[in-house]
DNA sequence: TACATTTGCTAACGCTGTTAGGAAACATAA
DNA sequence: TTATGTTTCCTAACAGCGTTAGCAAATGTA
């Protein structure tokens, strides 16, 4: 029988267009403006609908979060496989983080914030394995072809996504064009020093 | 005449005792839960009160924020001031920053965000300023004694900054630990890899 | 046709920040 | 001392928020 797959399929579409709404929210007034009200108007549902769809308002954000670490890892991986040298790839992937925090602003925010992500939405985000594997790769190959073989991979991850995030987060408050010459200048500075640290 | 001089003791009495009661409310409850009927009930008066000494709830908010600022800035200078080397100061400094944000979770918040801080307020916040200056000192007087008197001071501050931004609001959302040894380890390795950079 | 289930609504609760309007307390001047 | 103007501070309310309860209609099942 049909009828069961049927309204799998349309209770999908109003999840789906539950996301699409809120998104356009988001993208014309910003994340505070968006309510569970204004989305059940642009669906044209009542509000409570929501809520056989997503526990809570929170749930929906930590969905966008989980979207947006998935395309952000789509990103990396594809400027990653344009090279084959570690010291490229890690170039690459900082150059690609940053593009796409930028040109999508809406996404980081809700990944990185909107008042610091606490413990628990942090360890129930799958994607963030993906990425940390991603980069540690790059960088356990790199250790492997220096002359100090010891060291600490995760280390340098945290060293790595710290200095990227930072970077982010305080031009993100500063202005909002994007990147100007000085700050792809101390990204510029940050992945040679970087680099050139582990190369030793 | 001293009884105007009462009036504003006394209006400025009850502007502490807002402030002082918010920062309880804040320490016990989180931010998220500060509210201004909260505020009321714990200053005795009604709600409407506090806009006789704030404009809104976010007025409030920029008062602990530059309030934030003043207190790193001077812990910072204590730091700074314990050593002579500018070396010896970059370490001082990062590791005065890095204290301040872990003991004063709640100040480092609201300075950094609950919510990406705007464009606006950043350029409000003179503190900023005495903030930069006390940093860009020492980087200037590093440079000086550098092989590359070129070194740009400003991209230098920048990337200093958003080094230890990073590695702090990465750290603040995974564990509420304080410092461990991993990221200890980061924050040396960062600084070392900073000086050494500059050093040429 | 009768029953059970799902669907989606209205209404409401208890919050939020904020504003309007009036009453009481106060300071000033006749 | 009494009258006038001013400040202080309250209650009540508005418009919005996330969320829940409960009921009515539509739908699927037998």
Redesign the pocket.
């Known amino acids: 029988?049909g009828?069961?797959e049927?309204?799998i399929r349309?209770?999908e579409e109003?999840r789906a267009s539950i996301l699409l709404a809120s998104w356009k929210i988001v993208e014309k007034e910003g994340w505070q403006?968006?309510?569970?009200?204004?989305i059940?108007e642009a669906i044209?549902?009542?509000?409570?609908?929501?809520?056989?769809h997503f526990a809570?308002?929170?749930a929906i954000l930590f969905e966008f979060t989980r979207q947006g670490f998935q395309r952000l890892n789509k990103e990396l991986s594809v400027a990653k496989k344009a090279f084959s040298s570690p010291e490229q790839q890690l170039i690459a992937i900082a150059d690609a983080y940053w593009e796409f925090a930028f040109s999508n602003k809406e996404y980081y925010q809700v990944m990185y914030g909107l008042g610091m992500p606490t413990c628990e939405t942090v360890k129930q985000i799958s994607e963030l394995n993906s990425f940390s594997e991603l980069i540690l790769d790059t960088i356990r190959n790199l250790i492997a072809a220096s002359k100090n073989l010891a060291t600490d991979p995760f280390l340098k991850l945290h060293t790595y996504w710290s200095m990227l995030h930072g970077l982010i987060s305080i031009n993100m408050m500063g202005k909002d064009n994007g990147k100007d010459e000085l700050t792809a200048m101390v990204l510029k500075d940050f992945i040679t020093g970087f680099i050139s640290g582990i190369k030793g």
């Open positions: 029988m009828i069961t049927r309204k349309q209770k109003v403006a968006l309510s569970l009200r204004k059940a044209e549902y009542s509000a409570p609908v929501i809520y056989d809570n308002k929170e």
